[in-house]
């Protein structure tokens, strides 16, 4: 039996896209449907500003998740990914943004205090930095371990041994 291909992304042009677009110009780079889901693609510099618009004029009340996904062999190796819902709308929406290694994201810490422990989780596992965040530091990870784990260059089998060795007392099992 022949497996079933997943539904393809529809290119969106709804209301919403369509007020965004308006307010913000060159600052919406996409936007597709997928599942169901809006996914709007944003320049990463107007991350913080388009953020708030979506939060105070839409009504984008809650930001689930904020995360980043790793692909090395893009210019722009990160995006960056906001999962938004609105309460008053019973809607999600997904928000991107693109950004190389070493660049600086806007943080989102004004806009919804739950980034505040979501973007250091995405520093930690990544190393993605968003400038303006009141507290930068590793949240899972010990201060003094090397590389990010989540990377797709980060080799398990080398992970930090020589903090293993002084901190565990003992050889890395890898």
């Given amino acids: 039996m022949k ?3 997943p539904p ?3 290119p969106l042009d709804n209301e919403l896209v369509r007020r965004a677009k308006e307010k913000f110009a060159g600052g919406i780079l996409e936007a597709w449907q997928d599942r169901k889901q809006a996914i ?3 320049d990463r510099a107007s991350l913080a ?5 979506f939060r105070d004029e839409e009504k984008f009340d809650m930001l689930t998740d904020l995360t980043a996904v790793d692909f090395p062999n893009r210019d722009k190796r990160f995006e960056i990914v906001l999962n938004l819902y609105s ?8 928000l ?4 190389a290694d070493g660049e600086l994201v806007p943080s989102v810490t004004g806009v919804w205090g739950t980034a505040d422990w979501l973007e250091r989780e995405c520093f930690d596992m990544f190393g993605v930095r968003f400038d303006g965040h009141p ?4 949240i899972l990870l010990p201060d003094e371990w090397q590389g990010y784990p989540l990377r797709k260059d980060y080799d398990i089998l080398k992970q930090d041994t020589a903090w293993v060795r002084e901190n565990l ?3 890395s099992g890898q």
């Fill in 87 to 94: 309460f008053p709308k019973n809607e999600r929406l997904r």
């Fill in 40 to 42: 709007v693609v944003v």
């Fill in 49 to 53: 500003q388009i953020a708030r618009w």
């Fill in 8 to 10: 393809k992304p529809v």
């Fill in 3 to 5: 497996k079933e291909e």
């Fill in 135 to 138: 507290n930068l530091t590793r």
């Fill in 96 to 99: 991107k943004a693109n950004a």
């Fill in 169 to 171: 007392g003992i050889e």
